[in-house]
């Protein structure tokens, strides 16, 4: 179970987008979504830009966008985050 690791980066991955001020004037569910995808994504859980879009209610674009934020700030690439079938 890796959850707790989740947690942790998704923590940290927050922190890098409050550090750069990327979550203002940006809906908070937006950057959870974001959040989620690319810390579960880090850790192997692969899950699809429109699973977490469903779940949050937000659109695949949202997440996407998202995503490219976080990895801007932060020392994650973009073979990373996205599932293996999509590179």
Known sequence: DNEPAVRQTADDLLSAVREEN???GVEPISVAAGVIYCACNIHGN????HEVGDVAD???VTVRKRYQEIISVTEYTR???VPSQYQ
């Open 58 to 60: 937000v659109s695949t």
């Open 22 to 24: 990327y979550h203002s």
């Open 79 to 81: 073979e990373d985050i």
């Open 46 to 49: 692969e899950l699809e830009q």
